[in-house]
């Protein structure tokens, strides 16, 4: 049975015509953005699958008055390329003498931006906690560097106290800040309620699959995996020419493991990733680990640091908490379950450990 009208309705990079659940922060940022003349930074935090991408570009398109630029920081990681992307040139030339790198970048930028109105969003900027850059502190003083009117909207998962340094932060207003929440069912079930009538042959699935969908994800609160674990259950009742019932979404949940995209990684700390792959070297993979597991691995974690982690690598869609459980000395003792591919995890891992060590990455 025919199931998928618009695969393209299914993918993750679909903008929606509407978006579920976000007026009042969406109205909130734009009041931010039009309305604030002392500052120029805003920041639009949340955890993954909450909808940041999909506000920063809804953003740009609705705000027509900007001349607007989205730029990836995962993908372009230094000022250089950050530039080049806002600039939409990759072959950006620097003078060789004179200046500092990061005057040279000011003065190309600022001489090529129209002198008003301009909105840059940076995705994913917690990424920039690598490269000890000074992008933002450029585009969010450009009018005290002598440069135009710009508007920066830092689009994270952390806040930018976790990725900026303290000059750049004293620029960056507490106010200017919209904290999106994860989706519960119900924001969940509209978003897939639209995708699927969307998306969907008439008559090929059922409401109480869609219902079903919400639940499942309301765990993660990520729309992002809603929409996935959608598509697969789509897949799967496709494939088996049935109806895509609840039925087919639990089987479809059985073998799901979330997307796992590039940046999974990027918000876990150098001895998180250490911890990581030790874990990952040490656990069976089908009987999991235990709170206390990891605490006998580092044994000088502290509670605090041991909570941080267990979360941003579940976030991260990594583990999934399979037992919820009452204290270990003091703690709480749950037991998690991997949910990804260790293979797949720890090969990523080593791919990341290698980028780091490439000496003179450019700044
Ligand atoms: N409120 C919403 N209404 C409709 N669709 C949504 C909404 N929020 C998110 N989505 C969809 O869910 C998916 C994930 O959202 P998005 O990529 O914006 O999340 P994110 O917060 O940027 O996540 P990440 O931190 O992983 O980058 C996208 O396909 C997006 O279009
Ligand atoms: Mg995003």
Same mark, same amino acid.
């Given at each position: 049975m025919k199931i998928i009208k618009n695969s393209s309705i299914l993918s993750q990079d679909y903008i929606p015509d509407t978006i579920v659940g976000r007026a009042e922060q969406l109205g909130h940022i734009e009041d931010l953005i039009r309305g604030s003349d002392a500052c120029s930074a805003f920041v639009i935090r949340g955890n993954p699958g909450t909808g940041k991408t999909l506000m920063g570009k809804f953003l740009l398109?609705?705000?027509?008055?900007?001349?607007?630029?989205?730029?990836?920081?995962?993908v372009n990681q230094t000022d250089r390329s950050i530039v080049s992307a806002i600039l939409n040139n990759p072959n950006i030339r620097l003078p060789e003498l004179g200046n500092t790198r990061a005057e040279s970048l000011s003065n190309l930028l600022f001489k090529e931006l129209p002198d008003k109105n301009?909105?840059?969003?940076?995705? *994913?900027?917690? $990424?920039?906690k690598r490269s000890h850059g000074q992008i933002v502190y450029i585009l969010s003083r450009s009018r005290e560097l002598g440069g135009p009117d710009i508007k920066l909207l830092l689009l994270s998962m952390e806040e930018p106290e976790m990725y900026l340094d303290m000059s750049t932060l004293s620029g960056l207003g507490r106010y200017n800040r919209v904290a999106l929440k994860e989706y519960g069912a119900d924001d969940l079930y509209k978003i897939l309620e639209s995708r699927a009538s969307n998306g969907l042959y008439e008559g090929s699935y059922t409401e109480s699959a869609i219902a079903r969908i919400s639940e499942l994800a309301e765990e993660s609160g990520s729309a992002r995996i809603a929409i996935e674990l959608l598509r697969n259950s789509a897949l799967y009742a496709e494939s088996r020419n049935v109806f895509l019932d609840e039925e087919s979404v639990l089987q479809a949940f059985r073998d799901f493991s979330p997307p796992l995209d590039d940046s $999974?990684?990027?918000?876990?700390?150098?001895? *998180?990733?250490?911890?990581?792959?030790?874990?990952?070297?040490?656990?069976?993979?089908?009987?999991?680990?235990?709170? $206390?597991?990891?605490k006998s691995l580092n044994a000088g974690i502290s509670d605090s640091k041991l909570?941080?982690?267990?979360?941003?690598? *579940?976030?991260a869609g990594f583990v999934k908490k399979s037992r919820i459980g009452k204290g270990y000395s003091g703690g709480v003792e749950n037991e998690y379950i991997l949910r990804v591919s260790r293979k797949v995890l720890l090969s990523k891992l080593t791919m990341m450990e290698k980028s780091m060590e490439t000496p003179g990455r450019e700044s």
């Open positions: 398109k609705e705000m027509k008055e900007f001349k607007g630029r989205y730029v990836n920081c995962y301009n909105l840059i969003v940076l995705d *994913e900027s917690q $990424s920039l $999974s990684l990027i918000n876990l700390e150098d001895d *998180e990733l250490r911890l990581l792959k030790t874990l990952l070297q040490s656990i069976a993979p089908e009987s999991g680990f235990k709170t $206390s597991d990891l909570y941080k982690f267990l979360k941003t690598i *579940e976030m």
